[in-house]
């Protein structure tokens, strides 16, 4: 479904205009700091309200505060038979020290396990990752990238310099 949205849609989209119920949910309308939720929407194929409650117990996100970059991340690696780490560092291989510094709460770097910087942008990660579903966490910020297309605030898609701090690829799709 979401697939054939993307596809009619040209420029940077917006992911209020591919996630079922956003314009009707009295949730939506009030929200703010909810780019995990409709990345999760996105993602996941979920209408809003669903993807909120999901943040809110699964990861938890506060009303108008946003989630934790740590707790959204532990929600994923928690759920590995839906959920799938990508390597976002060296493609060869996952990075051991942005996993364990999540996982810990520290602060968060995006380091190669050498120490080198991660140079792993968003316009990189859209080319690597052309198929599947992806939920994408940058510096303070998340969303999806379906099949390649970021989907986000309207400015996510011309942003691509930034680099990604963690991925996850939705499994069985």
Excluded: W
Aim: proline share 3%.
């Amino acid at each position: 479904m979401i697939e054939l949205m993307i596809r009619q849609l040209n420029g940077p989209i917006s992911a209020t205009e591919v996630i079922k119920g956003y314009r009707e949910s009295k949730i939506a309308r009030s929200e703010t700091n909810d780019c995990v939720v409709r990345a999760l929407a996105v993602v996941e194929d979920l209408d809003y309200d669903t993807a909120h409650r999901i943040a809110a117990t699964k990861m938890g996100r506060r009303p108008y505060k946003g989630t934790p970059t740590r707790l959204g991340y532990r929600y994923f690696m928690n759920n590995p038979q839906k959920y799938q780490v990508v390597a976002t560092c060296r493609l060869n291989q996952k990075d051991p020290n942005f996993v364990m510094n999540l996982m810990n709460g520290s602060y968060l770097k995006a380091t190669n396990p050498d120490g080198s910087k991660c140079k792993m942008t968003v316009d990189r990660f859209t080319k690597v990752c052309k198929k599947g579903r992806f939920f994408v966490f940058v510096k303070g910020h998340a969303f999806a990238v379906v099949d390649g297309k970021v989907i986000g605030n309207r400015d996510d898609s011309r942003r691509l310099r930034v680099v990604v701090l963690g991925a996850f690829r939705l499994k069985n799709n």
